[in-house]
């Protein structure tokens, strides 16, 4: 079984100043991670994702997410904020779990708000 | 090229109907995903299919649901005898072989309004 928590259901930071959203993960495999945004009436499309290799991953946009097995952490960081970033932020694990793929296990989401 | 494209984009229909929503994939990807996404459950993973077989329907919230493929690219998802509890977004997402750790690619949604 996989859960994911993200702490904070809305987070607000100032325009220029840095973005940290928080997402711990649980899973009984070796979990792939993703980070979705997703805008007003909009699908989900993809920030970034971990599966294997370097526990840094840069995506689009200057966002950047770090795999932390011993925290079982994959927090969202960008270092400086732009009115565009705006949107709500969803965290996700998936796994192997031995009968084909799974589909993503979702946490409930992060509204970003960003102040000028 | 085109991306995962949803139909209808709002369907409001009234508690007991029957309604079918439309999920046309990326071209040439094997797996493709439903998901729906409501204010109180946040976004819940319903079923998969590679190609035309879903290996598990445990997902889908009751037997009023109900999902097919065919010829391996369009999908629709069936709700039978709507209830107020069923309006939501309903999403769909494709993969290019449905291994662990693709990227799933989402379309628009379907908002589904059950009066």
């Known amino acids: 079984a996989q859960s994911v928590t993200q702490l904070g259901s809305h987070v607000s930071v100032s325009e220029g100043a840095l973005v940290l959203l928080r997402c711990n993960y649980s899973s009984s495999v070796p979990p792939y991670l993703f980070w979705y945004v997703q805008y007003p009436n909009q699908g989900l499309q993809l920030l970034l994702k971990?599966?294997?290799?370097?526990?840094l991953v840069k995506g689009i946009n200057g966002f950047e997410a770090e795999f932390k097995k011993s925290e079982t952490s994959f927090h969202l960081t960008k270092p400086s904020a732009h009115m565009s970033d705006a949107a709500e932020y969803f965290c996700?694990?998936?796994?192997?779990?031995?009968?084909?793929?799974?589909?993503?296990?979702f946490g409930k989401g992060t509204h970003l708000i960003i102040q000028p | 090229g085109a991306g995962v494209s949803q139909s209808p984009s709002n369907k409001v229909t009234e508690k007991g109907k029957d309604v079918e929503l439309r999920c046309d994939p990326i071209?040439?990807?094997?797996?493709l995903y439903w998901y729906r996404q409501s204010l109180g459950q946040g976004l819940e993973f319903l079923i998969y299919?590679?190609?035309?077989?879903?290996?598990?329907k445990s997902g889908l919230p009751s037997d009023r649901f109900s999902a097919e493929r065919t010829g391996g690219s369009v999908s629709t998802l069936t709700i039978q005898r709507t209830q107020q509890e069923d309006s939501a977004v309903y999403l769909c997402?494709?993969?290019?072989?449905?291994?662990?750790?693709?990227?799933?690619?989402f379309g628009p949604g379907t908002r589904l309004l059950v009066l």
């Open positions: 997402a494709s993969s290019l072989d449905g291994r662990p750790g693709e990227t799933q690619y």
């Open positions: 996700a694990v998936s796994g192997y779990s031995g009968g084909g793929a799974d589909g993503l296990t």
């Open positions: 971990y599966t294997t290799g370097a526990t």
């Open positions: 071209s040439g990807h094997t797996a």
């Open positions: 299919f590679q190609g035309n077989s879903a290996p598990d």
